[in-house]
């Protein structure tokens, strides 16, 4: 069975650019979650997505946004890039698991570095 | 307060001994669930073990437990028969019922295996 896949894997940007990082879920899973694992600044939640709707949001500004398509891949922009934006960008993905309360799944990450 | 406490930055282990990676939790949650991930240098976060609040007995996978005191609020991962390969970033996070189904993350124990 695939795991979450990301894409892409590594990216550059400059400053007032906007990003998108693409991911794919584990096939029957309707979660999506995007996590931001900043130098320093240890992993942190940023976004959920279920059934095409965000359910929840971490304490990050507007210019963080996303979405969750039909087939419940999910798209996280983010736009006007800071410097400080240059993280590792974790998705991750959960579904219906009596036993490991919807255990979070996670993919191989994109690195988004802003120069 | 932190939600999750991870006091080891860094431990060294010998090949095929024991370790214990430590782990404290704050919460006024009556559910909640703690996990355990590895992240080698590739960056991807690999799943390990899961436990609910409401468990009674400790959970195990394989090389992998957790040492579950809900009174003292700890939730230690132990890895018996250290290998080469465990050598990674190990994180502890919690999911709160009452928190949105994020993650918490604690700030990571570093583990090096000596051969």
């Known amino acids: 069975e695939a795991g979450v896949t990301q894409s892409p894997t590594h990216l550059i940007k400059t400053r007032g650019q906007q990003a998108t990082l693409r991911c794919s879920p584990i096939?029957?899973?309707?979660?999506v979650y995007w996590y931001q694992q900043a130098l320093g600044l240890g992993l942190q939640f940023l976004l959920w997505y279920d059934e095409g709707e965000e359910r929840n949001r971490g304490n990050f500004p507007p210019r963080f946004s996303g979405r969750q398509f039909p087939n419940y891949s999910s798209e996280l922009n983010v736009n006007a890039l800071e410097l400080e934006d240059s993280a590792l960008y974790l998705c991750a993905s959960s579904g219906a698991d009596l036993v490991k309360e919807e255990t979070q799944y996670f993919g191989p990450g994109t690195r988004l570095l802003v120069l | 307060a932190q939600k999750i406490t991870q006091t080891q930055p860094g431990m060294f282990v010998q090949e095929k001994e024991a370790v214990t990676l430590d782990c404290t939790y704050d919460t006024s949650d009556q559910s909640y669930g703690l996990f355990w991930y590895k992240q080698p240098s590739s960056g991807e976060m690999i799943f390990l073990i899961y436990q609910g609040s409401y468990d009674e007995q400790n959970a195990t996978e394989g090389r992998y437990s957790l040492n579950f005191q809900k009174a003292r609020k700890s939730a230690n991962l132990v890895i018996s028969a250290s290998q080469l390969g465990d050598s990674a970033m190990y994180f502890c996070?919690?999911?709160?019922?009452?928190?949105?189904?994020?993650?918490?993350f604690g700030g990571g124990t570093r583990l090096m295996v000596k051969p």
């Open positions: 096939s029957g899973h309707t979660s």
């Open positions: 996070a919690m999911r709160e019922r009452n928190a949105g189904n994020m993650l918490t």
